[in-house]
């Protein structure tokens, strides 16, 4: 099946914002209360807060689609975005999430290889997953 990338812009956040709290919900409900999942994603995934992302020139996200269809998305981080200062040579892989229906399909793999091929393409000593 035919996959594509395509940089999120930032009139783009709503669909980033269904997109990462549908993901979250899927990897991490099972494991937490609902409360600790309502005070989660109101923090970390509310617009004002993807947007203020999306404007940053130091991060990027990228979609992934699979047949058409959105799959999931990236976020990259350099410099002062870095969620832990790593340093100018450093690209921190913030993100990496892929809806349940796309996992098994290689969308991860290529994901990673992105962010990997981003650092080469900026110079960058290393590639590290922030968690």
Known sequence: MENEMKRV???EAATLRT???????????????VE?????LQAAYNLEKLEQELANPDSEFQF?????????YVKLNVGEAQSESQGK???????????????RQGLGSKLLNYG??????????YVWLGV
Do not use: P, V
């Open 64 to 72: 992934i689609f699979h047949a058409g269809k959105l799959a999931g």
């Open 9 to 11: 812009k930032r009139t």
């Open 89 to 103: 040579k450093a690209l921190e892989i913030e993100r990496i999430y892929i809806k349940q229906e796309f996992k």
């Open 19 to 33: 997109l990462s709290i549908a993901t979250f919900n899927e990897t991490f409900e099972a494991d937490n209360t």
């Open 36 to 40: 600790n999942m309502r005070a989660y």
């Open 116 to 125: 990997i091929e981003q650092a080469q393409k900026l110079g960058k000593d």
